[in-house]
């Protein structure tokens, strides 16, 4: 088992949308990675403030309506941790390109996103984007540790709602404790991690949104019906599902991809 990370000093630095290294930022701020494991991540969450009616669970085939009616439903949101090679790079630049950076903020978002400006992060931001949206927020205890970070977060710019995350103690501390919570030996702060975390989730626009802190913004994946989720085949076929298949269509071989939903606690 992994020691938890020292606490590194807390300084006001934020990466560039110029990073060489765009899903793993380089500032003087660095975390242990988290594990994709159902006990660490709900952990985390419950730590935060989600009720406990809520947890994640292992989604071990995309494609089985068999294993996938295993997991409770509604699922609010999928956390996915994928190997970030070639495919992931051509397609992130590609497609973020042409955009502007995201500059949303305040009460009429239809999701709340993160910028990720800690080097090693990327778990801890996939996970605040799956507790920090759609019908998950209510979940949150009213004078809980996340639900007073986001009413700070809400109002701010991406920037400053992203240095609010890196000087938080409360979310260094709540990170350092997971980071030594997992079935695996984790890397040390300073290793370079060639695995990547997004989220898919329901925005309160009952849209898909794909949730990723190296990307300039929210990305809008299309509109789900009241009763679709994040696991209905119209939300895997345009979030989960397409996303694992052009990065299997790549051809680099590399499978290493791991999805944890957010749905209702087993009995």
């Known amino acids: 088992m992994a020691e938890p990370n020292p ?4 300084i006001t630095t934020t990466a560039t949308t110029e990073d060489p290294n765009p899903t793993n930022p380089t500032p003087r701020k660095r975390f242990v990675p988290l594990e994709n494991n159902p006990e660490v991540m709900t952990t985390l ?14 989604v071990w085939d995309l494609n089985s309506p068999d ?16 190997p970030t090679g070639p495919s992931y790079t051509l397609h992130r ?22 910028k990720q400006t800690i080097g090693n992060a990327c778990g801890l931001i996939g996970l605040l984007h799956a507790i920090s949206n759609g019908a998950t927020r209510a979940l949150l205890a009213q004078d809980s540790p996340m639900a007073k970070l986001l009413a700070e977060a809400i109002p701010l710019t991406p920037e400053a709602r992203a240095d609010l995350l890196y000087n938080s103690d409360l979310l260094e501390s ?23 975390y997004v989220c898919f989730a329901k925005g309160s626009d009952g849209h898909l949104w794909e949730l990723d ?3 300039k913004g929210p990305l809008d994946r299309g509109v789900l019906a009241e009763d ?6 119209r939300g895997l076929d345009l979030g989960a599902r397409k996303f694992l298949e052009r990065e299997i269509g790549g051809g680099e071989g590399d499978v290493r991809f791991s999805v944890l939903a957010l749905a209702p606690t087993l009995d």
């Open 7 to 10: 606490t590194p000093p807390t």
């Open 45 to 58: 969450t419950h730590t935060l403030g989600l009720t406990p009616t809520l947890s994640f669970h292992d």
């Open 67 to 82: 294993l996938l009616a295993f997991i409770p439903r509604p699922a609010h949101a999928l956390l996915m941790v994928f």
């Open 93 to 114: 630049t590609t497609e973020d390109a042409p955009l502007a950076p995201y500059t949303g903020h305040g009460p009429s978002e239809p999701v709340v996103w993160y």
């Open 174 to 196: 709540a990170h350092a404790d997971a980071a030594s919570r997992g079935d695996s030996r984790a890397p040390p702060a300073e290793e370079e991690v060639e695995l990547h």
């Open 213 to 215: 802190g190296a990307r």
């Open 228 to 233: 679709e989720d994040v696991l209905s085949e």
